[in-house]
């Protein structure tokens, strides 16, 4: 017989990073019982420092996230469970979620705070390096490496419109298609137009030191010099969870929810990266908050 708590939650919150924990905070100063679970596995895990928020630029995400975790354990309605929620169940108001130790918690709202798992091209070396000299966002990463060898990766047509992006960046960028592009003569004027260069050999190995990128080396045995690498991951969110609950996703995969946060599964909240591309924390921090204050405000009449 699988083992149940005896409290039951006003929300329980599937994710502890940085929206989990924005709406623990928003939810605990409203008084109100909540239980995070998190498996502690954030997307940017190795990334050295975050930028583009305002007053902590530049600073370390675990540090963030540890300041962030602290500022939520001062309040006493909020508790943590390190672990994995790995069963979803129930229905507003009585929902049930059993995690990795066996136990089964009960929760009146439930917020899917799940974040998402990045999956790259299987390039050799490449996993390495992404977080520390390979990422996916100019704005938060693009600053610190200006004026450098730039490489984008990329064959989708969608690619050259993100090549003109990080041209603003520096004038050392090619574009690698990874074998013959599918970009036509339009994009292909558009490159040059830019002093993009594009490289279409298929790429073998990502040369690097410890994760920090040195070159390309391409099938033919050429090789091209690199500082940083730019490339848009596809993402991963675990379809066992919301599936249970029949929560629907977007044309691009994410968690699909109204300006409060609201899925379409009465009673189930989602936030964070898994219902946006916007992958910046400072829009994870204010999803967060709004899902947190959105709760509060369903759970009145209870």
């Given at each position: 017989?699988?083992?149940?708590?005896?409290?039951?939650?006003?929300?329980?919150?599937?994710?502890?990073?940085?929206?989990?924990?924005?709406?623990?905070?928003?939810?605990?100063?409203?008084?109100?019982?909540?239980?995070?679970?998190?498996?502690?596995?954030?997307?940017?895990?190795?990334?050295?420092?975050?930028?583009?928020?305002?007053?902590?630029?530049?600073?370390?995400?675990?540090?963030?996230?540890?300041?962030?975790?602290?500022?939520?354990?001062?309040?006493?309605?909020?508790?943590?469970?390190?672990?994995?929620?790995?069963?979803?169940?129930?229905?507003?108001?009585?929902?049930?979620?059993?995690?990795?130790?066996?136990?089964?918690?009960?929760?009146?709202?439930?917020?899917?705070?799940?974040?998402?798992?990045?999956?790259?091209?299987?390039?050799?070396?490449?996993?390495?390096?992404?977080?520390?000299?390979?990422?996916?966002?100019?704005?938060?990463?693009?600053?610190?490496?200006?004026?450098?060898?730039?490489?984008?990766?990329?064959?989708?047509?969608?690619?050259?419109?993100?090549?003109?992006?990080?041209?603003?960046?520096?004038?050392?960028?090619?574009?690698?298609?990874?074998?013959?592009?599918?970009?036509?003569?339009?994009?292909?004027?558009?490159?040059r137009k830019q002093g993009i260069t594009l490289v279409e050999n298929p790429i073998a190995e990502v040369l690097h030191e410890q994760g920090q990128v040195k070159a390309l080396l391409f099938a033919d045995g050429s090789r091209r010099d690199a500082?940083?690498?730019?490339?848009?991951?596809?993402?991963?969110?675990?379809?066992?969870?919301?599936?249970?609950?029949?929560?629907?996703?977007?044309?691009?995969?994410?968690?699909?929810?109204?300006?409060?946060?609201?899925?379409?599964?009465?009673?189930?909240?989602?936030?964070?990266?898994?219902?946006?591309?916007?992958?910046?924390?400072?829009?994870?921090?204010?999803s967060g908050t709004m899902a947190g204050a959105a709760i509060t405000h369903e759970l009145l009449p209870e």
């Amino acid at each position: 017989m699988t083992p149940t708590s005896t409290n039951i939650f006003d929300t329980i919150i599937i994710g502890g990073s940085y929206s989990g924990l924005s709406a623990a905070l928003t939810l605990g100063r409203a008084r109100r019982h909540v239980l995070v679970i998190d498996a502690n596995e954030p997307c940017n895990a190795r990334v050295p420092h975050s930028h583009n928020l305002l007053t902590h630029d530049g600073v370390p995400p675990h540090v963030l996230r540890t300041k962030a975790r602290a500022d939520v354990a001062k309040y006493p309605t909020v508790q943590f469970l390190d672990g994995r929620a790995e069963q979803l169940g129930g229905t507003d108001g009585a929902f049930t979620v059993r995690s990795s130790d066996g136990t089964e918690h009960r929760g009146r709202k439930l917020l899917l705070a799940l974040g998402v798992r990045d999956e790259l091209p299987p390039i050799k070396g490449l996993a390495e390096c992404w977080g520390i000299s390979a990422a996916a966002c100019p704005f938060c990463h693009g600053y610190e490496v200006r004026d450098q060898r730039l490489v984008v990766i990329g064959n989708a047509p969608e690619n050259v419109h993100y090549a003109k992006l990080i041209r603003n960046w520096s004038d050392r960028l090619t574009l690698c298609s990874n074998g013959p592009s599918r970009f036509d003569n339009e994009q292909h004027e558009a490159l040059r137009k830019q002093g993009i260069t594009l490289v279409e050999n298929p790429i073998a190995e990502v040369l690097h030191e410890q994760g920090q990128v040195k070159a390309l080396l391409f099938a033919d045995g050429s090789r091209r010099d690199a500082d940083t690498l730019f490339l848009r991951s596809d993402t991963i969110i675990p379809k066992a969870l919301t599936e249970a609950l029949g929560v629907e996703r977007t044309e691009l995969g994410l968690l699909k929810v109204d300006p409060m946060q609201r899925t379409n599964v009465p009673g189930v909240f989602a936030s964070g990266d898994c219902t946006t591309p916007m992958r910046a924390l400072s829009a994870a921090f204010a999803s967060g908050t709004m899902a947190g204050a959105a709760i509060t405000h369903e759970l009145l009449p209870e």
